[in-house]
């Protein structure tokens, strides 16, 4: 999955017109029970004759869904005209859910403005960077820095708070849909420059800090300063993000604090991320959020669960703690190169990788297509007759698979020893200057992911500024800013017996984008007891060998030097380029009561596993489960009652799988048994 949806979006959209706590289970004042696991699926009602809504509700009730989300495009049924809302329809649409059991998410519906708005303040649309305004006729067309546009978004959450703030049977509120855009207008540079002088405070600070009499580049007045448009000076383009990141935050908080004024606290607030999406600093815009949510799409193909897993554990990360599967995909998208079919079983090993991961709650888009607009070919839960496709049975499967152990999952989470972490600014700092076009920094990421996902149950994503207390292993693959702060917290990591294992471009920029005036990976050397002395973007493979056996390095390799004589080299490279040749390409080395170890090439998956194992070993991490068969993947969420085990095969033959002690399989309702045998694409959830 890696989300190359994101880039198709920002495609679509730019050329085609274009913990570790549980997630809250807010009470509700209705009577009515909310479930352990939800189910549900994007519903609108706006789309269909109200004599359509009850048989629609009945088959989602018979298929064990619990909640739907509703009006997250519907601001023009909502407010048909300026100031004249109509909300009896949606008031209707959510009591009748409430009828069949179905609690709703109300989405505000901001991602689509309507074209009488649009139309009458066409300052309210975004500016591409050409200068052309986005025309009416596709969503997203708003601009986000726009104060006109804001108030009417304040406006419209106002009244939908206002309407629903207290309804019991809705529970939880979706703010605008997937943020992706940006605009390059005037006021939106205006406010960029803004931004930018309370940072700076001084012009001599920003010149300083980007290096701009490289160029000429320098500025005398904040007025100069552009929006960067394709390749700008690293400072600028950080920066833009890091405001754009403000800015969807505080776009954001516009309609949070509106539907805080009106509405229940139990109703929470969340957003539908897309994954590893870069558009913005996520950790940012899920600041002032209850919850993070997500939209899982495969996209073309088949399931991946080490990048299924590894997107739902980032999402996870913007919070820490247990997030939604806002939307998915009931079969097929219609937005990828080959818009396939996932096989029968897979949508529900795909519901349960979501849960095993940390997922509360798994959601269908769509339940049925639209007759018109743009996604027609989309998949669906009922076809446009309204009787249902091929895949409702194994929906109806999944509901019933929530329903047996909603209970036992309820309030647990999963909580890891293990902590990845990931930063967006080292994020684009690679993208922009890969150095090779070969550099997938995702790619990069997930070769440390996969093979240590195999040996340990749970591994957080998080922010590198995040604690670190109460994790043994903490990798950083990609970790190409070290702001000082940042050092500090992974240095007072190591010293108290924590091992972090740095990956290739480390520690080589500031906070600033600018290089730092040492070696890699700057403060973080000393530590390490030695330094990168170059980096090499490789054209032909490098021989490594060492303790994780004999392997090629491809793509990227860095030259190590050791600095103190007790710094371990664990691999080394043979003979190629010269300059590498019998140099370090692993180093470790002990400092205050734990251990910082260097990995400066891209090594391949066979060492990569080797790696994993002995990172494992030396940090002391544990799992419960060894000698899981391959394709099968274990995940542990934890509760008051203890440990409860989702096993998923995800192999296409049944597999026997060794249990660490008597468990009982509650979802097959077995007796406890020291062993269990699943189907293909079958899962098991294992208490005590
Ligand atoms: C999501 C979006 C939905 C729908 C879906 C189709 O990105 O939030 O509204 O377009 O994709 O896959």
């Given at each position: 999955m890696m989300r190359t949806r994101s880039l198709v979006v920002l495609c679509v959209l730019v050329f085609s017109c274009l913990l570790l706590s549980a997630a809250p289970v807010p009470q509700t004042s209705s009577n009515q029970q909310q479930p352990g696991l939800f189910l549900g699926t994007a519903w609108y009602p706006e789309q269909w004759p109200e004599s359509r809504w009850d048989a629609d509700l009945q088959l989602m009730q018979n298929a064990?869904?619990?909640?739907?989300?509703?009006?997250?495009?519907?601001?023009?049924?909502?407010?048909?005209?300026?100031?004249?809302?109509?909300?009896?329809?949606?008031?209707?649409a959510v009591s009748m859910a409430q009828k069949h059991g179905i609690f709703v998410v109300m989405g505000t519906p901001t991602a689509a403005p309507p074209a009488w708005l649009t139309s009458k303040y066409p300052e309210t649309l975004r500016m591409e960077p050409d200068g052309q305004l986005v025309k009416h006729g596709n969503r997203q067309h708003f601009d986000f820095t726009n104060a006109r546009y804001r108030e009417f978004c304040r406006q419209i959450a106002t009244e939908m708070a206002k309407r629903f703030g207290h309804n019991p049977n809705v529970i939880g509120w979706q703010i605008d849909n997937e943020y992706a855009t940006y605009s390059y207008d005037p006021e939106t540079q205006r406010q960029f420059q803004q931004w930018l002088k309370k940072k700076y405070g001084t012009l001599d600070s920003l010149n300083q800090h980007w290096t701009t009499a490289y160029w000429s580049q320098t500025y005398d007045t904040w007025e100069e300063i552009p929006i960067p448009v394709g390749y700008n000076n690293p400072g600028l383009m950080l920066e833009w993000k890091r405001f754009v990141s403000d800015t969807y935050r505080s776009y954001q908080k516009v309609q949070i604090d509106a539907i805080h004024?009106?509405?229940?606290?139990?109703?929470?607030?969340?957003?539908?991320?897309?994954?590893?999406?870069?558009?913005f600093d996520h950790y940012?815009?899920?600041?002032?959020?209850?919850?993070?949510?997500?939209?899982?799409?495969?996209?073309?193909?088949?399931?991946?669960?080490?990048?299924?897993?590894?997107?739902?554990d980032l999402t996870r990360g913007f919070k820490r703690k247990n997030f939604w599967v806002m939307e998915t995909q009931p079969g097929n998208v219609n937005w990828h190169a080959i818009n396939n079919v996932l096989d029968k079983g897979e949508v529900r090993e795909m519901a349960w990788g979501d849960i095993g991961h940390g997922a509360d709650a798994v959601g269908y888009w769509q339940w049925r297509s639209a007759l018109g607009g743009q996604e027609q070919y989309h998949g669906t839960l009922v076809g446009p007759d309204g009787t249902p496709m091929p895949l409702y049975p194994e929906v109806v499967q999944i509901g019933a698979d929530f329903a047996k152990v909603g209970d036992v999952l309820r309030g647990t989470s999963p909580v890891a020893q293990v902590a990845f972490l990931y930063s967006y600014d080292s994020r684009w700092a690679i993208d922009w200057q890969k150095h090779t076009k070969e550099y997938d920094q995702l790619a990069n990421f997930k070769s440390y992911y996969r093979p240590l996902r195999e040996l340990v149950d749970t591994i957080d994503i998080v922010n590198p500024s995040a604690p670190l207390d109460g994790y043994?292993?903490?990798?950083?693959?990609?970790?190409?800013?070290?702001?000082?702060p940042v050092a500090k917290n992974l240095l007072a990591f190591v010293q108290a017996g924590g091992h972090l294992v740095l990956g290739p471009r480390s520690g080589m920029k500031d906070e600033y984008n600018a290089l730092l005036p040492e070696r890699q990976p700057g403060p973080l050397a000393p530590a390490l007891g030695a330094h990168v002395e170059?980096?090499?973007?490789?054209?032909?493979?490098?021989?490594?060998?060492?303790?994780?056996g004999s392997a090629e390095s491809k793509i990227w390799a860095e030259l190590l030097k050791s600095d103190a004589p007790?710094?371990?080299?664990?691999?080394?490279?043979?003979?190629?380029?010269?300059?590498?040749?019998?140099?370090?390409?692993?180093?470790?080395?002990?400092?205050?009561?734990?251990?910082?170890?260097?990995?400066?090439?891209?090594l391949p998956d066979n060492a990569m596993n080797s790696l994993a194992k002995w990172m494992v070993d030396s940090s002391g991490v544990k799992s419960a489960f060894t000698n899981v068969p391959a394709g099968v993947e274990v995940c542990r969420r934890v509760g008051?009652?203890?440990d409860v085990f989702i096993v998923i095969n995800h192999t296409k033959q049944s597999q026997k799988i060794a249990l660490p002690y008597a468990m009982k399989d509650q979802l097959h309702g077995t007796g406890s048994s020291q062993e269990i045998e699943l189907q293909a694409r079958d899962v098991a959830v294992l208490t005590k």
């Open positions: 064990g869904i619990h909640f739907v989300r509703i009006a997250e495009f519907a601001w023009s049924t909502m407010e048909p005209q300026e100031g004249q809302y109509n909300f009896d329809w949606l008031e209707k004024q009106y509405a229940d606290p139990r109703q929470w607030i969340t957003h539908n991320f897309m994954g590893w999406f870069d558009g940012t815009v899920s600041a002032d959020l209850d919850m993070a949510s997500w939209d899982n799409y495969v996209g073309s193909g088949h399931l991946d669960p080490a990048g299924q897993g590894m997107t739902h043994k292993l903490v990798v950083a693959p990609n970790l190409n800013l070290l702001p000082e170059q980096y090499y973007a490789l054209d032909e493979p490098v021989p490594v060998a060492g303790d994780f007790d710094a371990k080299t664990l691999e080394t490279y043979g003979k190629s380029n010269g300059w590498l040749d019998g140099q370090p390409a692993v180093i470790t080395h002990n400092y205050g009561k734990g251990t910082i170890t260097y990995v400066a090439a891209w008051k009652a203890g």
